[in-house]
């Protein structure tokens, strides 16, 4: 029983898990730094964590190829519903679901979620993964919240933390954000998609080496690990 965990760039991830491939905010599309396409990315489920198009840039193109479940707060599944995908699970802030291959949980996250078209998007959430092999903490689009030492009791094998800045947590923050959850193990995302959001992610691993008690893995898109 194993799960595998692949960045595509920005703050799209694939896990795949004992055969289930979890795809979480697919943008693959107009994403300059994505490590596969909309036409290739396998998919049996997809996760969105808020409405902005560079998190569900690709969702109704992937959902309609590969037929897969998404997984979104109900305002999002209900736009979705209206775009033509069907095969829907909402769920909301603090709020899980068990399903076959593992259990999601949707988390609060300081953000906005408008849709592309402008639609009400509901609000932004993290999302909590409690796989067979482990737990992973995907905190999405979000500034620094002090009830993450919260969501880190639960025990986070992996956790995923913007570093960017500007539009989410930037270095500084994010190194707090680690020193609340105590991850084992923490991925930087949403950094060097573009000019405006580079940060030396080298850099910042260093400073997650020295003052937290967290591994940090840095990976370059298409880079995979092992979640245990
Ligand atoms: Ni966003
Ligand atoms: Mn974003």
Known sequence: MTTTVTFLGHGTFLVETNGTHVLIDPFLT???????????????????THGHGDHVGDVIAVAQRTGAMVIANFEIVEWLSGQGVENTHP??????????????????????????????GGNPAGVLL?????????AADTGLFYDMKLIGETGIDLAIVPIG?????GPDDALKAVQLIEPKRVIPDHY????????DAGAWAERVR???????????????????
């Open 210 to 228: 020295a003052e937290t008690s967290a591994e940090p893995l840095v990976m370059a898109p298409g880079d995979s690990c092992e979640l245990n």
């Open 91 to 120: 769920l909301h802030i603090g709020g899980q679901h068990a399903f076959e291959w593992g259990t999601v949980k949707l988390t609060i996250a300081h953000h906005g979620s408008m849709l592309p078209d402008g639609s009400c």
């Open 192 to 199: 060097d998609t573009w000019p405006l959001i580079a940060q």
């Open 165 to 169: 800045d500007n539009f989410t947590m």
């Open 30 to 48: 107009d994403n300059p730094v994505a490590s596969t396409t909309a036409e290739e990315v396998p998919a049996d489920v997809i996760i969105l």
């Open 130 to 138: 409690k796989l067979s092999d482990g737990t992973i903490y995907h």
